[in-house]
């Protein structure tokens, strides 16, 4: 036994890796799956000895290179730097001690989950102004099959981004979401300049930083005061938004579920039914018979027929609670395409 654990720690570290031909470096992808089960012991040998904690062993167990760097956890978020959504990850991470990496796109982002480059993503799905960000909801239903663990909700606050405050401003650069958000301000105190969209509200001050001197011209920039702090911007005008109560709800996605450790836990599900009459009050009247409380239900096209939607609901409760999974068996008998996204607690900024 001793042998066997010390081999095992070995082999984690980066030493003792037989080599396999054909293969360099170490052993080749039909052992490193039959290896698994030694990973397992190896993390559960470092969670006794108080190496790692508990719930990070959870996070870990399925994450190979993550465990051969050192046991550190990556956490990606929509980047570059300044964005809202870095403030948020930077927050989650905090309790987890994990390093962060920046995605260009919110695809990018979700697929460096999906192909194990990163441990856990962060990405935005809804605003409580612009509705939902649908390419995130489009990829978790067709692309990717990943799981939910934690909402986290945080206030947005746009501010104008400029270079110099003397200038004209000609042109308003930043992300879709964030443009809409300011709708009505734009109209009112800029109603002529050029809009242009980028990736994400960093991207824009990027660029507007970037800008060469032009008389004639100005780039700024919706983002928030970090971004300002950044790229050496000035906040021309703060507080833009068009609604004082902009709330973005965030999601953090991962390859694997976590465990049910307290009370309070939304679950979220998809689903699409036959086009016959009732058919969505049949699935919604389960879960009026087992009582509990629906949160949100959202359509998106199914986007293989014209007039053929899904559906997302979020409600109350853990998939592990005894009603809620008698009715997530009943709602799975009477749909034509389901998949449960996870259930998970909620942390407001």
């Not at 190896?42 to 399925?62: A, G, H, S, W």
């Not at 909700?153 to 809409?180: C, G, M, R």
Request: net charge positive.
């Amino acid at each position: 036994m001793k042998w066997c654990r010390g081999r095992i720690l070995r082999w984690f570290q980066g030493g003792d890796q037989p080599a396999v031909e054909g293969v360099e470096g170490g052993l080749s992808p039909h052992r490193e799956e039959r290896m698994h089960p030694m990973r397992i012991f190896y993390l559960t040998f470092c969670v006794r000895q108080n190496k790692i904690e508990r719930k990070r062993f959870l996070l870990l167990k399925e994450d190979v290179p993550s465990i051969r760097r050192g046991i550190k956890m990556e956490i990606g978020y929509l980047g570059p730097r300044g964005t809202f959504s870095q403030h948020v990850a930077q927050e989650y991470a905090k309790a987890l001690n994990a390093s962060l990496k920046t995605y260009e796109n919110i695809s990018a982002l979700i697929w460096g989950v999906y192909q194990k480059q990163i441990l856990q993503a962060v990405v935005p799905i809804e605003n409580s102004i612009e509705g939902s960000v649908n390419v995130t909801l489009d990829m978790l239903a067709w692309d990717v099959k990943l799981k939910i663990i934690k909402e986290i909700s945080a206030p947005i606050t746009h501010n104008l981004l400029v270079k110099n405050k003397e200038s004209h401003i000609t042109h308003v650069l930043s992300h879709p979401q964030a443009i809409a958000q300011c709708r009505g301000f734009l109209d009112t105190h800029f109603p002529n300049v050029s809009i242009q969209y980028t990736c994400s509200t960093a991207e824009a001050a990027q660029k507007v930083m970037i800008q060469q001197t032009n008389p004639k011209e100005q780039w700024a920039a919706i983002g928030a005061a970090k971004a300002a702090q950044e790229y050496g911007l000035t906040i021309l005008r703060s507080s833009i938004q068009d609604h004082r109560n902009n709330i973005t709800r965030f999601v953090v996605l991962s390859k694997q579920e976590m465990d049910k450790k307290e009370d309070a836990y939304k679950t979220s599900i998809i689903f699409s039914t036959e086009n016959k009459p009732g058919s969505l009050y049949r699935i919604l009247q389960i879960l009026d018979l087992w009582n509990i409380n629906m949160t949100r239900i959202e359509s998106r096209p199914a986007k293989n027929q014209l007039g053929k939607y899904i559906f997302f609901v979020d409600f109350d409760g853990h998939w592990q609670d005894a009603d809620v999974n008698d009715a997530l068996t009943m709602i799975k008998r009477k749909t034509s395409f389901f998949h449960m996204l996870g259930s998970y607690n909620s942390l407001v900024l």
